[in-house]
């Protein structure tokens, strides 16, 4: 499949998605069903600023495909947020979903903002009027927000207050990545780096490569990066790289992880507490066993994508690599674990929180982790199976295997 390289991320989507469904056998009505979220919302939220004056901020709701079941998805806070982003983010979770055999369909919000120049009550408002534009259209049975790109467990507790107070009862269930008092699930927080984990430790023994041996790259230190950090640095591999987005440190003998995570800022940067720091574009070409971009999209092009020297490639951020990109590497004999299946550790344990929601009942951190791990575990090898059978890239393999859950369902629904 050749696909140009400077179309946008929704069109670089659907490119991929029209080719699973063709090779999985499903005519064009599936396509023409799947290439753009059922429902997209788009909203003004008007917020009294601590200046006395009221900005309108512009926020989206997508939701991409409910045949499977409610949708499901986070919310971001960016100054960068588009329509086009919030629908293709929408439709990587539909994939997601399908890949971990969830009970879900995909969903996505973001608002245009900043939030690093805003106060706590600016956000607290502009949370709770999120919530009121879009109340009609989400909830425990229709679409269950989470957290995203600068949004958290506080953020999500004034927005599930919020939905609480418009429907007049408590709701737990609508929104997940709460704080634990309010219903939220051990192991959230960590969710999606200890599944970046448990995915790559599946990827490298297929490859052969011995975790506590193993030198690694991990571009972006934030929430993810800096948990998976941890969690491998503990488990015994050396991390040679790190970086966030004032630079990168690249040692070949190993990084102090201990101490960088201890010096790091409220927004996940250290790097600019060293003089001797290299760039992201640097760091990425650096020599390590396995590289883990865990930042923003489009870090690993055609320009870079010849001098990668990592064995394996994991995807923790999303769309981190260039369709042009993933061609060359899989040329190469780089294995790639795409982010629609390496980040989905997050929305497994948000199931995990909405089914404790509905129970009432709570796990220990023991059974969640238990839970999580026989998920990714079985997900990994059957996208990996696929790839095998189908002779298709990683990639290719978990869209056509996400798919194919939501292809059923519209099916046996009636929809197409």
Known sequence: MKVKENVDVLARTQQVIETALTTL???????????????????????????????????????????????????????????????????????????????????????????????????????????????????????????????????????????????????????????????????????????????????????????????????????????????????????VGISDAAGALYDPNGLDIEHLLERRDSFGCVTNLFPNRITNQELLVQDCDILIPAAIENQITEDNAHLIKAKLLVEAANGPTTHVATQILTERGIMIVPDVLASAGGVVVSYFEWVQNNQGYYWTEEEVNERLTKILVDAFHNVYRTSQEKKADMRLSAYMVGLKRVAEAVRWRGWV
């Open 25 to 239: 056998g499903y005519d064009s009505a599936y396509y023409e069903l799947m290439k753009e979220p059922l429902r997209l919302l788009t909203v003004r939220i008007p917020v009294k600023m601590d200046d006395g004056k009221v900005k309108v901020f512009t926020g989206y709701r997508a939701q991409h495909n409910d045949a499977v079941g409610p949708t499901k998805g986070g919310v971001r806070f960016h100054p960068d947020v588009t329509q086009e982003e919030v629908k293709a983010l929408s439709m990587w979770m539909s994939i997601k979903c399908g890949i971990t055999n969830l009970p879900y369909g995909g969903g996505k919000g973001g608002i245009q903002c900043d939030p690093r120049t805003m106060s706590f009550g600016e956000l607290e408002r502009l949370s709770r009027g999120y919530v009121r534009a879009i109340s009609q259209l989400v909830g425990p049975t229709k679409d269950i927000p989470a957290p995203d790109v600068f949004t958290n467990s506080q953020i999500m507790a004034w927005m599930m207050d919020e939905y609480s107070r418009i429907r007049e009862f408590d709701s737990p269930g609508f929104i997940t990545g709460k704080p634990l008092v309010l219903g939220g699930s051990i192991g959230r927080e960590s969710s999606t780096a200890l599944g970046v984990s448990i995915v790559m430790n599946e990827a490298a023994k297929v490859l052969g490569i011995p975790i506590q041996k193993a030198r690694i790259i991990i571009q972006g230190f934030g929430n993810a990066g800096s948990y998976l950090a941890k969690f491998l640095h503990d488990a015994g591999a050396t991390i």
